[in-house]
């Protein structure tokens, strides 16, 4: 069921609309049942301070900033939440659209199976309380790429309730101390996503493109339970290491898998929350962060400087670095909520109340699914540090770069050397050179069998500290080599002879007199210095403390 | 052989008395005579001739796929037909060509029947009479009958004869004037709160309405999806049962169909109506009910009496709440499933380019006539958030009532419910059209819309010939799931009433071959 349903209208026509406005769209994820700011329950975390928005100007009170996320998460699935159409990222425009996905009259929608599957184990990973029941709404409003007029949410009786989500920040001045943090989440619900609107400035059109319309959307709404855009964006990255760890999605911000809008309020600690804004479409972990921290700014200098707060949308300008107004036009909108009438209660079962005899293709049994759940990254970590003896933000960094866990642990399985030598390694030399040349784990030019024959070499002491560093270099400039021929090739064995390191230091000496006196005289650094010299004549291919030894052992004779 | 029902033909068609091209011809040639009856919007000559071929081949090598092969059958036209325009009687989608069947079009072609043509009705399905479509009003065949026409001769002339036809009720009138009038042998309606029975009761014809959940919707354009239910007509109860086996059934496109398989709709013929227990509501017994239609009813219920079945009065309490609260959830759902009509997709769109906004006013402004925006209007007044616990949710709950109140009459032991389907008997359009759409609705839907609101099957059998010689049709209404006990009932009633056939020589010239069953009378052909 894709394109060919097209017949009906002339090609050239086919989803263009001609000259029409670009004004902000109205809804587009919006929060589902959520009134004004002074609703939601403050929350103890919120009154945590903030040093960066928060610092008090002598005399004033001091502020706390509240934030709250709406998270949409795109269902990995092969096909739509209500249709059959396949989902793909940037398949050809329209390509991917059945006859309900263009809402065609008199289609129905049938709720896929694994977007429910994917819904419950997020509900599980996420400590949440699954609903037995729950039910479908629609939720109205006009925009080009919402072709029914309304999108299918759960805005009632959503899957899933009442869960948290545990992240961990990092604060102190070498950023090694561990605070950890539980943000509640009040519900996820499943929902469709809208299609894409392509502006065509030039002449002045709009094209749309439907393969997104119907893709079945997490939406994860998280409790305003912090305070700062670090937060935020740690939050936001753990449960995308989560989503990532079961499979439910992708959860890749920059391909709009993963897309986060924050509802920010400051307030007085010990005061009502203030009016809220809620600033959209957020798509890195960065400008989440940035957006936030300016928005708390922002508000707090209106509200000193006199100002107030409206409860407005406003969207982030990453490019000038600030938070702007999306024109609201008309004002309230109204999504005029009601209940899907074609889709039944959704119906999931646990072993317990299982019906004896259903079709198990019918019914989707939670404990079976929580059976299922794979290893999720907090346990991950703890294994980490258990196993190898691993900082503990050394398992987060692991862990928050995509692939770098399993190059690690493949490095792991070929090498000698200790853990914490291949785990200094990995996220120092071979991190640094990724983040360097703004690389993906999986575009380096360096495998994990490379890196481990580096290091078996390094911990043979066939090679010293820097020869192994400019072997890596070499690696990662000439792919194909192995790190034996590269030392070979380039002559970086440490010298294994004695004697004729002996002869070196001796012949050193005897050329530097001066040194030799400025060491006798009791300048220790000056041995620093003929360690240098030797190391230079053998051309970095001895160990400095068998230099320091020789030499010391020398000078005393 | 056209006067014949379904299954006389099918009989017909299987002994080689008549092929299907003869009989599809004999149905165009009819549909063509009685054009001026405005019962199709789209004749799908070519479609139906083509399939008449496939037919005859079939029964030629003695492979014909069931009864329907080769019956000539029409759709309403707010069922979506693979590349045969659907056009809900509307601007918004003329000229509209859907690139897929609805499921129970694809059961009828899948069995063989021949696609006749797509029939008016009011756009949308918003109305009780047919009237309120873009391509103009349906005329009831019965204004045209030898019948109707000598009582008219009795009494002082009309100053303009023409201009009193009479309208078929609806909203699927078009499907009953096509089936009255002989151009096919069955024809699908909708039934959201009675527009599959209204029509049939003022045509003369059977009109059935399933339970819901029993037959798809997939594909049937949607009035109110919690209501709609795909209705047949035919001209007596057994085709009407042989229709419904066809098309029941659970479809994976419609999640709201049952899972549970179908029983066969066979029907019994029933010689004993002793140890049925007919109910009677009294709150069907309303001001407005014409004498008429009362004294047939209370005929009707002492038919079954002296028959030994036990007649009991019985109390839908809710009743009196039906009608406002099927416009408030009505309203809301149609404010809803409308919101698709943008203008882009599909379907009409103005040539205001300004702005998005403009461009979606003025499409659904050209695109829908005003009752359909009156009821989106109204529907989203309901659906605001401030006015959504006061009418939407209460409506709601008032549904609730009325869907227990039936719940609570078969309890107490009661087969079937018998009540009048209209008040009264067809009307003339002059008459009719005097009143807004929304208060002929009201009054149309008087005795039929609960139904829906209980998800219950209900059938309407014509009776007899009022004074006027116009039909007067009964509604037999059953539990839930229970069509084929309704479907007996009924055929029961039926062949107690025999309720005369339409004469409709004057229209359709020589009937001598339309109505006999010589077997090589092809003479009909223009």
Redesign the interface.
């Known amino acids: 069921m894709a394109a060919p349903m097209l017949r009906w209208c002339c090609p050239a026509r086919r989803w263009i609309l001609a000259n029409i406005d670009r004004g902000p769209r109205h809804g587009r994820g919006a929060p589902t049942g959520s009134g004004s700011s002074g609703k939601r329950g403050q929350s103890s975390v919120a009154q945590q301070l903030l040093a960066t928005a928060q610092k008090p100007r002598k005399g004033e009170h001091q502020w706390a900033a509240v934030v709250g996320l709406e998270i949409h998460a795109q269902i990995s699935s092969n096909s739509k939440l209500f249709s059959g159409s396949q989902v793909h990222f940037a398949a050809p425009p329209n390509s991917l659209v059945s006859f309900f996905d263009a809402s065609l009259p008199g289609t129905l929608p049938v709720l896929n199976r694994r977007c429910v599957e994917a819904a419950v184990m997020t509900g599980l990973a996420l400590n949440c309380h699954i609903n037995k029941k729950s039910l479908f709404d629609r939720k109205h409003y006009f925009y080009a790429d919402l072709p029914a007029g309304y999108q299918i949410t759960q805005q009632r009786l959503p899957i899933a309730v009442k869960g948290s989500l545990a992240y961990s920040v990092f604060v102190g001045k070498n950023r090694n101390q561990v605070i950890n943090k539980t943000v509640r989440i009040k519900q996820i619900q499943l929902e469709q996503d809208s299609g894409k609107s392509l502006h065509d400035d030039l002449r002045s059109q709009t094209l749309i493109d439907l393969n997104r319309a119907g893709v079945g959307l997490l939406e994860v709404v998280l409790e305003p339970d912090m305070s700062c855009g670090e937060e935020a964006a740690t939050a936001v990255r753990e449960l995308q290491l989560i989503l990532q760890a079961l499979g439910t999605s992708q959860a890749n911000m920059a391909e709009g898998q993963l897309r986060v809008d924050a509802n920010i309020s400051v307030h007085h600690p010990g005061e009502p929350l203030g009016v809220r804004t809620e600033v959209k479409n957020l798509n890195s972990a960065r400008f989440l962060a940035k957006a936030i921290d300016y928005e708390i700014q922002r508000q707090i200098e209106e509200l000193e400087n006199g100002g107030e707060i409206l409860n407005e949308t406003r969207s982030f300008d990453c490019k000038l670095g600030c938070t702007v107004p999306m024109r609201d036009k008309e004002g309230k909108q109204d999504y005029r909520f009601i209940p899907e009438p074609n889709l039944p209660p959704l119906l999931l079962y646990d072993s317990a109340s299982l019906p004896a005899g259903a079709d198990p293709q019918q019914v989707i049994n939670i404990d079976q699914l929580r059976e299922q759940l794979p290893e999720l990254p907090s346990v991950t970590r703890e294994k980490l540090v258990q196993q190898y003896g691993m900082l503990p933000e050394h398992s987060f960094t692991l862990l928050n770069e995509v692939g770098l866990l399993e190059f690690f642990q493949n490095v792991m399985k070929e090498t000698r050397a200790e853990p914490k030598k291949v785990t200094s390694w990995v996220l120092n030399t071979f991190l640094g050179f990724l983040k360097q040349q703004n690389l993906a784990v999986s575009e380096s030019p360096v495998t994990p069998s490379a890196l481990a024959e580096l290091l078996n070499l390094l911990d043979q002491k066939i090679i010293s500290s820097a020869a192994a560093k400019k072997v890596f270099e070499e690696l990662w400039r000439s792919g194909g080599k192995t790190p034996a021929q590269i030392v070979s090739e380039k002559r970086l064995e440490l010298m294994q002879d004695q004697e004729a390191l002996e002869e070196l230091c001796q012949a050193t000496m005897e050329k530097h007199p001066q040194v030799v006196m400025d060491l006798k005289k009791g300048n220790p650094r000056a041995i620093n210095k003929l360690i240098g010299l030797v190391r230079k004549a053998t051309l970095n291919r001895a160990d400095p403390t068998v230099i320091k030894e020789m030499l010391e052992r020398q000078l005393s004779s | 052989m056209l006067g014949r029902t379904l299954r006389e033909v099918s009989v017909a068609l299987k002994q080689g008395q008549i092929t299907p091209t003869e009989l599809c011809q004999k149905c165009l040639s009819l549909i063509k005579k009685t054009k001026f009856l405005n019962a199709y919007i789209t004749v799908s000559e070519e479609v139906a001739l083509k399939q008449a071929e496939e037919s005859e081949e079939r029964y030629k090598k003695g492979h014909s796929l069931g009864e329907l092969d080769g019956i000539p059958v029409a759709v309403k036209d707010n069922?979506?037909t693979t590349g045969i325009k659907t056009t809900?009687a509307s601007n918004m989608?003329k000229g509209?060509?859907?690139?897929?069947n609805?499921t129970v079009v694809q059961k009828l072609l899948d069995q063989g029947a021949l696609l006749m043509g797509k029939t008016n009705l009011d756009e949308f399905a918003m109305g009780s009479g047919s009237t309120d479509g873009v391509f103009g009003p349906v005329k009831n065949p019965w204004s045209y009958s030898k019948q109707y026409r000598e009582k008219r001769k009795q009494k002082p002339h009309d100053e303009n004869e023409d201009t009193n036809w009479l309208i078929t009720g609806g909203s699927s009138g078009g499907s009953a004037a096509a089936v009255s009038a002989f151009t096919c042998f069955a024809a699908l309606g909708s039934d959201t709160g009675g527009s599959t029975r209204n029509p049939a009761g003022l045509c003369g014809v059977v009109g059935l309405k399933p339970t819901y959940g029993l037959v798809s919707?997939?594909?049937?354009?949607?009035l109110?999806?919690?209501m709609d239910v795909p209705g047949i007509l035919t001209r007596c109860v057994d085709d009407a049962a042989t229709v419904l086996g066809v098309l029941a059934g659970h479809d994976?496109?419609?999640?709201?169909t049952v899972?549970d398989p179908v029983k066969s709709f066979i029907l019994p013929s029933l010689t004993d109506v002793s140890k049925l227990c007919i109910g009677i509501p009294k709150e069907y017994l309303v001001p407005e009910l014409s004498s008429e239609v009362q004294s047939l009813w209370s005929k009707a219920a002492k038919l079954f009496e002296s028959e030994g079945a036990k007649v009991i009065e019985v109390s839908l309490p809710h009743t009196s709440y039906s009608i406002v609260c099927y416009h408030v959830l009505c309203t809301?759902?149609v404010?809803?499933n409308?919101?698709?009509?943008?203008g882009?997709?599909?379907g009409h769109r103005c040539d205001i380019?300004?702005?998005?906004?403009a461009?979606?006013a003025a499409t659904r402004r050209e695109g829908f006539n005003d009752v359909v925006r009156g009821r989106i209007l109204s529907g989203?007044f309901f659906?605001?958030?401030e006015n959504?616990e006061n009418y939407?949710i209460k409506a709601q709950k008032v549904r609730r009532l009325i869907a227990n109140d039936f719940v609570n009459v078969f309890n107490s032991g009661v087969d079937v419910l018998l009540t009048p389907t209209t008040l009264s008997e067809a009307v003339p359009y002059v008459e009719f059209i005097k009143e807004d759409n929304r208060t002929r609705s009201a009054q149309g839907d008087i005795f039929t819309q609960a139904v829906n609101m209980a998800g219950l099957p209900a059938v309407s059998v014509p009776m007899a010939l009022s004074n006027q010689g116009l039909p007067i049709g009964l509604q037999f209404i059953g539990r839930a799931f229970c069509d084929q006990q309704l479907l007996t009932v009924a055929k029961w009633f039926e062949k107690q009433v025999q309720f005369p056939v339409i004469q409709l020589q004057e229209i359709i010239g020589d009937c001598s071959s339309v109505f006999e069953n010589d077997l090589a009378s092809v003479s009909v052909k223009q």
Do not use: H, W
């Open positions: 069922f979506s809900c989608l509209y060509v859907p690139p897929y609805a919707r997939y594909g049937l354009i949607p109110v999806n919690s994976c496109k419609d999640s709201t899972q809301s759902e404010a809803s409308m919101a698709r009509f943008d882009l997709e599909y380019n300004v702005s998005t906004e461009m979606y989203n659906l605001l958030k959504y939407f």
